[in-house]
């Protein structure tokens, strides 16, 4: 009885959520931006959810900004979150492979091209930062499937859901708890894997210093790139001028294990290697990272 009672719920949630996607692509994205303003002030200033929390990360990250400034990128961060919504809604519908290039600019990405034209395995690495569900689909509309770690979403109508836009363009999710037999499949194929590196990886993670502060960070890109000779690839797809569905797809950095230099050499150089590139590329738009993340926690261990 209670399990039919949680899944006629889990149904229920479904169906709210696909009728708030139906609503978002019955609007244009000019409009969906409005409204996603106008949510913002709600969930930033009357409900303040984990205001507390996006405030404390702020001003850790930020110490030269004042709580009014903070403030304003706490509600530029509802917007963007909103907004994705509304892209990830209009995205099959308003982007395809013969007219991607309207809506995306892509910057540095001539290295990573050939990257993934070769044939070695390859890692991307990038964060909770942009549109990075755009980010996916766009790889994939440009031919180049990629296989992303993520958690299974304990609603599993929705889960379907997600991994199926997700698999539209060639973006297969390979589960976090379960998966991991996966990943080595992939790598040992030359195949993609695409990580989002800015999750706190729990007591026995690499512990490195993010936004002046200890956090605990994967060992598992840098292990596999040195196990399987896989060039990592740090690389965003960031809103444009705040325009919505478009996007900068930005290849920042890159780091090849036959070419490791003296002082990003080892698992825990390459994992804050990695960290402080994400770091810098949030620092130029604070306002589309995901500052609700409980993303430091210290397990009461202090850094040194």
């Given amino acids: 009885m209670k399990k039919r009672l949680h899944s006629s719920l889990d149904y229920l949630v479904y169906l709210i959520v696909r009728v708030f996607i139906c609503a978002a692509q019955s609007i244009s994205l000019d409009v969906s931006q409005r409204f996603a303003e106008t949510l913002s002030v709600l969930f930033c200033d009357i409900l303040r959810v984990r205001g507390k929390l996006v405030d404390t990360n702020l ?18 961060m509802w917007t963007h979150l909103f907004l994705m919504v509304a892209e ?3 995205g099959p519908r308003q982007m395809h492979g013969l007219n991607w290039w309207r809506n995306v600019r892509i910057e540095n990405g001539s290295k990573m091209f050939a990257a993934l034209q070769a044939d070695r395995p390859m890692i991307l690495i990038t964060a909770h930062f942009g549109n990075f569900e755009m980010g996916g689909y766009i790889l994939g509309l440009l031919g180049y499937p990629t296989f992303s ?11 379907d859901f997600i991994s199926s836009f997700r698999g539209q363009t060639g973006q297969y999710i390979i589960d976090k708890n379960e998966g991991y037999e996966d990943i080595l499949t992939v790598l040992g194929q ?5 990580f989002l590196a800015d999750q706190s990886a ?17 060992k598992a890109m840098a292990l596999l790139s040195m196990q399987y000779d896989a060039p990592i690839f740090i690389c965003f797809a960031t809103r444009t001028d705040d325009r919505p569905m478009h996007f900068t ?20 150089q390459i994992t804050q290697w990695h960290a402080s590139r994400l770091e810098e590329q949030i620092r130029l738009a604070p306002n589309q990272y995901w500052w609700l993340h409980n993303r430091w926690k210290t397990y009461g261990r202090k850094f040194t």
């Fill in 59 to 76: 001003s850790h990250a930020f110490p030269e900004l004042s709580k009014k400034e903070r403030k304003e990128i706490a509600r530029q």
């Fill in 249 to 268: 797809m930005r290849m920042v950095d890159s780091l090849d294990p036959r070419e490791l230099p003296p002082d990003v050499s080892t698992v825990q």
């Fill in 149 to 159: 770690v993520a958690r299974k979403l304990d609603n599993p109508y929705l889960n």
């Fill in 190 to 194: 030359n195949g993609v894997m695409a």
């Fill in 88 to 90: 990830v809604a209009h």
């Fill in 202 to 218: 729990g007591k026995k993670g690499a512990w490195i210093n993010f936004f002046n502060r200890p956090a605990s960070a994967y």
